[in-house]
């Protein structure tokens, strides 16, 4: 039950467009389409951004998507925004009932 | 609307006990996974424990085997976290949430409890 591998800190410019990765291994982001991120802020509880490796739900904007490829997801966030400055985690399903989470990406909006 | 309100959190020595409790309304308790994921000081989320829907199976991470139970009261509509012996590695915020695979669409705020001497 190793934690997933995020980069610490991501960054870009209002406007542009981000991606933020999570690696894991065949037996976790790559062994099944249960990956999803979420966005917390400061003093909040985590909010759902992305399941299944793509979906997103309601009300999320369709500036966030995600992907996989391999034992590697990918959050991107398109047309950044000061308010999409938070940190994000993946999380995936990892068999026999376990999950695992990654370590956590801090997005600043320059 | 969906809520779920945590409480019990608080300081505790090492090698005590804490009844970490959650409320949920808003939707049917009793048709969905729950599960309690932590976030300790400066670090990451990470998986605590997960139960059913009728409370027949739990899962654990390996960190809080043999020392947390997760167990739940559809009657009441609330979810618990027994916590016993406590250790200051699992200082954390804990979150109820609702679901049980890796898609966890509704968060409480969480309650904080700190294992400190």
């Known amino acids: 039950q190793s934690a997933l591998t995020q980069p610490p800190s991501a960054s870009g410019s209002p406007g542009q467009s981000v991606t933020i990765s999570c690696t894991g291994t065949?037996?976790?982001?790559?062994?099944?389409?249960?990956v999803s991120w979420y966005q917390q802020h400061p003093g909040k509880g985590p909010k759902l951004m992305i399941y299944?490796?793509?979906k997103r739900p309601s009300g999320v904007p369709d500036r966030f998507s995600g992907s996989k490829s391999g034992s590697t997801a990918s959050l991107t966030v398109s047309g950044l925004q000061a308010e999409d400055e938070a940190d994000y985690y993946c999380?995936?399903?990892?068999?026999?009932?376990?999950?695992?989470f990654g370590g956590g990406t801090k997005l600043t909006v320059l | 609307e969906v809520q779920l309100v945590e409480s019990g959190g608080g300081l505790v020595q090492p090698g005590g006990s804490l009844r970490l409790s959650c409320a949920a309304s808003?939707?049917?308790?009793?048709?969905?996974?729950m599960t309690w994921v932590r976030r300790a000081p400066g670090k990451g989320l990470e998986w605590v424990a997960k139960?059913?829907?009728?409370?027949?199976?739990?899962y654990y991470v390996d960190s809080v085997k043999g020392r947390f139970s997760i167990s739940r009261d559809n009657a009441k509509k609330s979810l618990y976290l027994q916590m016993n012996s406590l250790r200051a590695e699992d200082t954390a915020v804990y979150y109820c949430?609702?679901?049980?695979?890796?898609?966890?669409?509704?968060w409480g705020q969480g309650t904080l409890v700190t294992v400190s001497s």
């Open positions: 808003g939707f049917t308790f009793s048709s969905y996974w």
């Open positions: 139960i059913n829907e009728d409370g027949s199976e739990e």
């Open positions: 065949s037996s976790d982001v790559g062994g099944y389409n249960y």
């Open positions: 999380c995936s399903y990892a068999g026999n009932n376990n999950l695992v």
């Open positions: 949430v609702r679901g049980g695979r890796a898609s966890f669409g509704y």
């Open positions: 299944d490796v793509s």
